[in-house]
């Protein structure tokens, strides 16, 4: 049995911080003068979190035979279902498999998987990717869909989906309508972007997405930022 006091959580909070690495860097951008807007500066920090593995953990801690004898028991495949069901309930398979794809770059796997025989943009992509793993599509629980609009569609249909009220799920899909003027475009009420809740802690909902910046990343934003355009809620057994 395991209590959590003071010295417990104190405990665990110097593991979380031992696994995880975080870095930091800073870039000027120059945006130039435009119509009646000035030239100006603005200044971009960037701060990476990346979780270090159970392996780096090994070797953090000088593990003996017999700690990691212990680790490989709770990393087998049997506990680590147990594991995904307690921290993300019925919907940890597909948030756990997405999380496993974090740091990849270009999306090669998961458009070529789709068919493509180039990149394309690829978080549809990588979503469908997700949920063929976990047997998903065969069992009409998530679309195969390389688009947002018709993934978001495919949900809408069925009387799953949700507006940014909602109070949402560790597995739901989360849709993002952006406003990039230089990018995507002004907000137009069609959907440019889709990822995967991992969690929601305190008004933060936490993601998994592929495509940003052309690669698999942990995101956050604040529940009901204005660029979240919905939720497309899967009905997992």
Not at 95 to 121: C, D, H, I, K
Not at 136 to 147: E, L, N, S, T
Not at 218 to 232: D, F, L
């Amino acid at each position: 049995m395991a209590v959590l006091n003071t010295d417990t959580v104190e405990k665990l909070r110097t593991v979380f911080w031992d696994m995880t690495k975080i870095t930091t860097a800073e870039a000027d951008v120059e945006h130039p003068a435009e119509g009646d807007t000035e030239a100006w500066m603005e200044k971009v920090l960037t701060i990476t979190v990346t979780p270090r593995t159970p392996d780096d953990m090994r070797v953090f801690y000088a593990f003996t035979d017999q700690q990691n004898a212990a680790l490989d028991e709770l990393l087998t495949a049997a506990n680590r279902e147990m594991w995904n069901t307690l921290l993300y309930g019925s919907s940890g398979e597909i948030v756990a498999v997405a999380l496993s794809q974090v740091g990849n770059v270009g999306g090669q796997p998961y458009w070529s998987w789709y068919g493509f025989n180039s990149r394309v943009e690829w978080c549809a992509c990588f979503v469908s990717w997700c949920a063929n793993e976990c047997g998903y599509i065969d069992a009409g629980v998530i679309p195969k869909f390389a688009g947002c609009t018709g993934g978001s569609n495919w949900f809408k249909n069925r009387g799953q989906w949700q507006d940014g009220s909602y109070e949402l799920r560790p597995g739901d899909l989360i849709f993002f309508d952006w406003n990039e003027k230089g990018g995507s475009g002004p907000q137009d009420d069609v959907p440019d972007h889709v990822g995967i809740v991992e969690r929601v802690e305190n008004g933060v909902v936490y993601t998994v997405e592929g495509n940003s910046g052309d690669s698999c990343r942990q995101r956050s934003y604040n529940v009901g930022h204005y660029e979240i355009w919905g939720y497309g809620c899967p009905v997992y057994n």
